[in-house]
């Protein structure tokens, strides 16, 4: 085995993760640092980037104590984030993050909105990159080209203690990190990031097209259709608190998800609108169906059961748009831990969900894209038959399989009629 690792960095909306990762996977040592996101007013979010380069620093230093030789560094991170630079390609304010709702997700929209709001701010606008860009300009100078795919060189690091030299590699988005790590490299192999909310896609073999759905390229020779969810286990966290569950959320979920309960209500999890595959932010959730048999617990399963037929909403439209059906689900986040969830998730879409066996897989998505860019693996299938590797296979129950068609086609109403509403109002 090679005596040395790849940095990988992972950034997310709530903590910048470090990690070390060997080429066969494994992951060595990792360091996590919180981030502290500010709110000034209300639908505001935002970080000062100095925040990310600092996290960095502090997790790289603890993670690079007696390790092995860095032989490259990836970063990959949120989207739909802004870090406004100026003409020597130093930071103009604050990011804007992901779920910034003053002006919506568009860039141009977000944009517009400081022009008009923070004219001085915007005259000293020279170009707009997202969080991976800015980092790795801080390491090498550079900043990576907006077409460069993950494996891409972008320069070596400059003046950073025990990894001066190192090359640096372009680096993706955080959804592609996790999905890669989790092995979904080839076509018909479906994907769900979970976690607070779900990133969910489908691998095709050809660029496809969907309505409300993104098609990008995914690999050397493959593309993706899916999108982002606002739905996830904050939709389960908000439940648990407002029902008043009884035990632990993950106690709860456990408990409540391990059988079908057919006559629980039907939940859209719109709580925060949506995103995929509705792209609307004045939708919102609703439980349909409630009669006074109802306890807590089955408001809770409604609500997991509601987050499952959101991913699946999500596959089964590209699968349709792709003209291709998926054969499995690999899956991931925090989500994912729970058996129970990955359990009911392969009973909605009636296809075996596949669980990483990594932890930390967007850590290892972001080493893959490394490791071939360095050239120790040809490319990412290869990489992925080293180091992604499948922990426990959840197979649907061909028994309940009926009984969630029906409740299919009861989210589906529910759907139709919230974005009716929605649009009305």
């Not at 103009?92 to 141009?108: H, I, K, S, W």
């Not at 908000?238 to 632990?248: A, E, S």
Request: hydrophobic content about 50%; some cysteine.
């Amino acid at each position: 085995m090679r005596n040395e690792a790849i940095l990988a960095v992972d950034v997310g909306g709530s903590a910048l993760r470090v990690g070390l990762v060997r080429a066969d996977g494994a992951l060595v040592e990792s360091s996590a640092v919180a981030l502290r996101i500010d709110e000034p007013r209300a639908g505001w979010a935002e970080l000062d980037p100095e925040a990310w380069w600092q996290a960095l620093v502090r997790a790289s230093t603890r993670v690079l104590r007696g390790a092995p030789r860095v032989a490259a560094v990836c970063i990959c991170a949120m989207t739909r984030t802004q870090v406004m630079l100026d003409r020597n390609a130093r930071t103009v304010g604050p990011a804007m993050l992901f779920r910034d709702r003053r002006a919506g997700f568009d860039v141009a929209a977000r944009m517009a909105w400081i022009e008009r709001h923070q004219p001085a701010r915007f005259a000293r606008i020279a170009q707009v990159v997202e969080p991976k860009a800015s980092l790795a300009y801080r390491l090498t100078g550079a900043v990576p080209a907006a077409a460069a795919l993950p494996w891409h060189h972008v320069g070596n690091v400059r003046s950073v203690a025990r990894l001066s030299g190192v090359p640096v590699f372009a680096g993706a988005i955080d959804t592609w990190a996790s999905a890669v790590g989790a092995g979904a490299v080839e076509p018909g192999q479906a994907y769900d990031v979970a976690g607070t909310t779900e990133a969910v896609g489908l691998v095709t073999a050809r660029p496809a097209s969907a309505a409300g759905l993104r098609s990008f390229a995914w690999t050397e020779d493959t593309h993706q259709l899916g999108g982002p969810t606002q739905a996830g286990a904050d939709c389960a966290r908000w439940c648990h608190d407002v029902f008043r569950v009884r035990g632990t959320l993950a106690d709860a979920i456990a408990r409540t998800g391990s059988r079908l309960r057919e006559h629980a209500p039907v939940f859209l999890p719109y709580l925060a609108g949506e995103r995929a595959p509705v792209w609307s932010g004045s939708v919102r959730g609703a439980f349909h169906r409630i009669d006074r048999a109802q306890a807590p617990d089955d408001f809770l399963w409604s609500t997991i059961a509601g987050v499952a037929h959101a991913v699946a909403d999500i596959v089964r439209l590209a699968e349709t748009g792709a003209g291709t059906c998926a054969t499995e689900v690999r899956a991931c986040g925090g989500g994912a831990q729970s058996d129970a969830w990955c359990a009911l998730k392969a009973d909605v879409l009636g296809i075996p969900v596949i669980r990483s066996r990594a932890a930390e897989t967007g850590l290892v998505g972001a080493a893959m894209a490394a490791a071939v860019g360095l050239g120790w693996y040809a490319d990412l299938r290869r990489a992925a038959m080293r180091m992604a590797k499948p922990g426990r296979r959840f197979m649907p129950h061909a028994r309940v399989v009926e009984a969630y068609a029906r409740r299919a086609a009861t989210y589906a109403d529910i759907k139709r009629y919230a974005l009716e509403l929605a649009d009305h109002t």
